[in-house]
């Protein structure tokens, strides 16, 4: 046996405790299995001395004389492995034998879900904040929207409380004109009385108008109190929602940053 084969026959009994690593290791001439030692979770079953055939990638690789490296599906012996043949040379470059290591891929599959797994959820919360923050924008456009409408029923209050006062200033001057017109009717003795039941009723409208115009003005003052009360709560509601924006619009940011990584993780993490 080549001297060259048996130093490697002295390191693979010990390879797996020096790297660490879940690994197995196996050594072959050009015709045989001198040497196999399963690992934590791989374990292909070959006996020493198991004849080479031209299916193994062991034989494929010294006869290309090149290392060869397989990834090894998770469907064919229940966990994936990365598979690397490295053909050994003598002295004068002929290929005598080779060593093969399976290094498991368990850990590396399931990093790699886990990170597909943050990128997806990442993805899908990103999308309901931007979603989030959208809306909030919308709330903030609709609360103005809604301050201006009422300020412009301020204004329209105040033109009203303008037309009340009118009002009462008229119906001020019908009351004055209903006196004047009842002394006059009773001066005229028999001949104004019917004047003066003109005169009564036009006392009476004007005590009227002026009473209505008096409960509507009322009435406004109170609209208006109340609108002033709604402003005071859109107002607030408004500058929490811009508030909200801003956060989310924060957060939306800062999880674009953390997808970002994820993604790159994810690539670090892919097996094939």
Known sequence: MEKI???FLDIMPVLKDVLQD???VAVVDTTNFLYYRASDTIDLHIEIGKKLTSADPIYT????GK?????VPKEV????FKSVVYPINDSQGNIIGAVATGKSLGKQLK??????NVLSSLQQTNASIEELSSNSQNLVSSMDNITGYTNITNEKIKKIDLLLNAIQNISSKSNLLALNAAIEAARAGDAGKGFSVVANEMKKLSVLSKNSAIEVSKTLVEIKDSID???KEITSTSLMAESQSAATQEITATIEEITSSSQ???EMTRIV
């Not at 012996?77 to 994936?80: D, E, I, R, T």
């Open 229 to 231: 009360e709604i402003i």
């Open 67 to 71: 290392i060869k490296s397989v990834m």
């Open 111 to 116: 990093a790699e879900e886990a990170s597909e």
């Open 61 to 64: 690789a010294m006869q290309e």
């Open 264 to 266: 790159v993780l994810a």
């Open 5 to 7: 084969i048996e130093s």
């Open 22 to 24: 879940d690994i197995s």
């Open 77 to 80: 012996y229940g966990v994936p």
